[in-house]
């Protein structure tokens, strides 16, 4: 069974900064892509950054400079760095993992940034 957990999300400032991790489990499992979607209230779920097993990102179009992907492949982890947070980065944010043509999801952490 393949589990995808995330961590990291809660409640930002403003301002200051926000760092996701999102760990796919399974001893034989290995992910060929990770990344990011979220959805913000009222609004479509919207691709927010994808990472390759070999280092290839790509960024939504709603998504600027201060969203940094990154992942640790020996731990089959992702990670979302989000810097200067701003209010209308307020999303529930879901982990994506696609492995051997199998798609997987997380169960999305909530990220609130107050003004």
């Known amino acids: 069974q393949v589990q995808v957990v995330e961590s990291g999300g809660g409640l930002g400032q403003a301002g200051g900064s926000l760092s996701l991790s999102c760990a796919a489990s399974?001893?034989?499992?290995?992910?060929?892509?990770m990344g990011w979607y979220r959805q913000a209230p009222g609004k479509q779920r919207e691709v927010v950054a994808l990472?390759?097993?070999?280092?290839?990102?790509e960024y939504g179009n709603g998504v600027s400079g201060r969203f940094t992907i990154s992942r640790d492949n020996a731990k089959n982890t992702v990670y979302l760095q989000i810097s200067s947070l701003k209010p209308e980065d307020t999303a529930v944010y879901y982990c994506?993992?696609?492995?051997?043509?199998?798609?997987?999801w997380g169960q999305g952490t909530q990220v609130t940034v107050s003004s």
């Open positions: 399974g001893s034989t499992f290995r992910s060929d892509l």
């Open positions: 990472i390759s097993s070999g280092g290839y990102t």
């Open positions: 994506y993992v696609y492995s051997a043509t199998k798609t997987y």
